[in-house]
């Protein structure tokens, strides 16, 4: 059983840097893309940012480019997500992801959900 577990949210003031992590267990996830999504109160889940089980592509919603980072290791069996520039906009509870298939990584192909972790920014 494969187990994904976020850490590293927590309240910032807009124009911090945080970066969550996502460990996962029960099995190598080298095989997998990777990805985070976050939802803010009283909206859908959106998709934030994903990488390619190789590691040789990143996508990323446009109200996060060039702010946030997505990186994993290997070793770790680890995924990343560096978050600089922070913006009020960015405050919701970030959920870890796993695909098998790297497109179109949507929320109902996805195989393996973490549990969330907060993120609130302040003004």
């Known amino acids: 059983q494969v187990q994904l577990v976020e850490s590293g949210g927590g309240l910032v003031q807009a124009g911090d840097s945080l970066r969550l992590s996502c460990a996962a267990s029960?099995?190598?996830?080298?095989?997998?893309?990777m990805g985070w999504f976050r939802q803010a109160p009283g909206q859908e889940r959106e998709f934030v940012a994903k990488?390619?089980?190789?590691?040789?592509?990143?996508n990323y919603v446009d109200s996060v480019k060039g702010r946030f980072t997505i990186s994993r290791d290997y070793a770790k069996n680890t995924v990343y997500l560096q978050m600089g520039s922070l913006k009020q906009e960015d405050t919701a509870v970030y959920y870890c992801?796993?695909?098998?298939?790297?497109?179109?990584?949507?929320?109902?192909?996805?195989?393996?959900w973490g549990q969330g972790t907060q993120v609130t920014v302040s003004s």
């Open positions: 029960g099995r190598s996830l080298s095989d997998y893309a």
């Open positions: 990488i390619h089980a190789t590691g040789s592509m990143t």
């Open positions: 992801a796993a695909d098998l298939q790297y497109f179109p990584f949507t929320r109902a192909a996805i195989d393996y």
